[in-house]
């Protein structure tokens, strides 16, 4: 079992440095999801997709997309996202959609009957929905059913009906959380997180039995055996548990507070620029060295460079100063998390995904 990362996008802003801005996807075992949807996201998707059939022999079916996860209301973030919902519609989608991004607590209680009308960032997504909906984005125009949800970390609000409801989620098992970031509009970090995983089967001790009773107690079965019960708990080791990635969009330092094995993490500046980050409340790659320390990460990818970085050279040297498995994101690269939670990290170039 594994979690694999398609980074799309790795630019803050807007396209710049060869860069296009932010959009990934996360594959898990029982689908997938795409988190933030910028500018151009789905010509970026064709390509990659092209590239997976080409170097991989196989290609990411939308089919099995189910949820486009929004971490904040700024254009880099977002405005890819209308066009690709009417693609999806001209190539004939059926699949049920959901798209989910973050609110304020203010605008929640005025869409659930409050009487306030609060002031809304002009970025705020509550605006954006609105917009897209008037624009066509329903699923009536559409012809697949597409499930608006906004939410304030705690509390979600199904934009079709107008009901609170709980934070969807699309997949059997694998579970997907909300964790609110600090920034100038509404925002939050992803996380996606397996189930946790039956131990490993002991094989030594079940030898001397039955073919049939072994396998009984493989599948998880307790076996009457001669005059006793033979529990399955007892041929298996302690449970593992499962995999999880963190995906921020824009924040400040040290505001995501959730654990994780994977962090991929905004990086728009260097140190040396720390007092912009700041007043913009984004992250320095030193900054999202500490935020990874202060969630435990196996692992830190950055992504999310400012126009100011011509290559992110520097961004890792700052951060691996600090944490000790770094990784810098470039456009196309794809991030497995493995079962032993080891990290590859597949570079795409002229004759495919290298290993580094």
Same mark, same amino acid.
């Given at each position: 079992?594994?979690?694999?990362?398609?980074?799309?996008?790795?630019?803050?802003?807007?396209?710049?440095?060869?860069?296009?801005?932010?959009?990934?996807?996360?594959?898990?075992?029982? &689908?997938?999801?795409?988190?933030?949807?910028? @500018?151009?996201?789905?010509?970026?998707?064709?390509?990659?997709?092209?590239?997976?059939?080409?170097?991989?022999?196989? #290609?990411?079916? $939308?089919?099995?997309?189910?949820?486009?996860?929004?971490?904040?209301?700024?254009?880099?973030?977002?405005?890819?996202?209308?066009?690709?919902?009417?693609?999806?519609?001209?190539? &004939?989608?059926?699949?049920?959609?959901?798209?989910? &991004?973050?609110?304020?607590?203010?605008?929640?209680?005025?869409?659930?009957?409050?009487?306030? /009308?609060?002031?809304?960032?002009?970025?705020?997504?509550?605006?954006?929905?609105?917009?897209?909906?008037?624009?066509?984005?329903?699923?009536?125009?559409?012809?697949? @059913?597409?499930?608006?949800?906004?939410?304030? &970390?705690? #509390?979600?609000?199904?934009?079709?009906?107008?009901?609170?409801?709980?934070?969807?989620?699309?997949?059997?098992?694998?579970?997907?959380?909300?964790?609110?970031?600090?920034?100038?509009?509404?925002?939050?970090?992803?996380?996606? $997180?397996?189930?946790?995983?039956?131990?490993?089967?002991?094989?030594?001790?079940?030898?001397?039995?039955?073919?049939?009773?072994?396998?009984?107690?493989?599948?998880?079965?307790?076996?009457?055996?001669? /005059?006793?019960?033979?529990?399955?708990?007892?041929?298996?080791?302690?449970?593992?548990?499962?995999?999880?990635?963190?995906?921020?969009?824009?924040?400040?330092?040290?505001?995501? /507070?959730?654990?994780?094995?994977?962090?991929?993490?905004?990086?728009?500046?260097?140190?040396?620029?720390?007092?912009?980050?700041?007043?913009?409340?984004?992250?320095?790659?030193?900054?999202?060295?500490?935020?990874?320390?202060?969630?435990?990460?196996?692992?830190?990818?950055?992504?999310?460079?400012?126009?100011?970085?011509?290559?992110?050279?520097?961004?890792?040297?700052?951060?691996?100063?600090?944490?000790?498995?770094?990784?810098?994101?470039?456009?196309?690269?794809?991030?497995?998390?493995?079962?032993?939670?080891?990290?590859?990290?597949?570079?795409?170039?002229?004759?495919?995904?290298?290993?580094?």
């Amino acid at each position: 079992m594994t979690l694999e990362v398609h980074i799309l996008g790795t630019s803050s802003a807007r396209p710049a440095q060869g860069r296009s801005v932010s959009g990934s996807i996360v594959e898990t075992h029982e &689908g997938m999801v795409v988190v933030d949807c910028g @500018e151009g996201f789905q010509n970026r998707l064709v390509d990659h997709r092209a590239k997976m059939k080409a170097f991989g022999g196989r #290609r990411l079916k $939308m089919a099995r997309m189910s949820t486009i996860l929004l971490t904040h209301g700024h254009l880099d973030h977002t405005w890819g996202l209308l066009p690709w919902l009417q693609t999806m519609a001209l190539d &004939g989608r059926r699949e049920p959609l959901w798209v989910i &991004g973050p609110t304020s607590p203010e605008v929640i209680d005025t869409l659930l009957g409050g009487e306030n /009308e609060p002031e809304v960032n002009s970025s705020d997504l509550v605006l954006q929905y609105d917009m897209w909906m008037d624009l066509g984005a329903t699923s009536e125009a559409l012809g697949y @059913e597409l499930n608006w949800v906004l939410g304030d &970390g705690t #509390r979600w609000l199904d934009m079709n009906t107008g009901e609170e409801i709980p934070l969807p989620q699309p997949f059997p098992s694998v579970k997907l959380s909300a964790h609110s970031t600090q920034h100038t509009v509404p925002s939050c970090a992803w996380k996606i $997180m397996t189930a946790p995983r039956l131990g490993k089967f002991d094989r030594e001790a079940a030898n001397k039995l039955p073919n049939e009773v072994r396998a009984h107690l493989g599948a998880g079965e307790d076996v009457e055996f001669g /005059e006793e019960v033979l529990l399955a708990a007892d041929f298996r080791e302690e449970p593992r548990p499962g995999l999880s990635l963190v995906i921020s969009g824009d924040t400040a330092e040290k505001s995501i /507070e959730t654990e994780c094995d994977l962090l991929i993490h905004e990086a728009t500046f260097l140190e040396s620029h720390s007092d912009i980050a700041n007043e913009h409340l984004h992250s320095t790659a030193a900054g999202a060295a500490r935020t990874a320390l202060e969630c435990g990460a196996k692992h830190l990818a950055l992504t999310h460079y400012s126009a100011r970085l011509e290559d992110h050279g520097p961004a890792i040297v700052e951060a691996g100063d600090i944490h000790e498995s770094v990784i810098a994101c470039g456009d196309g690269d794809r991030l497995i998390l493995n079962d032993d939670f080891s990290l590859q990290h597949l570079v795409i170039q002229p004759q495919g995904w290298m290993t580094y």
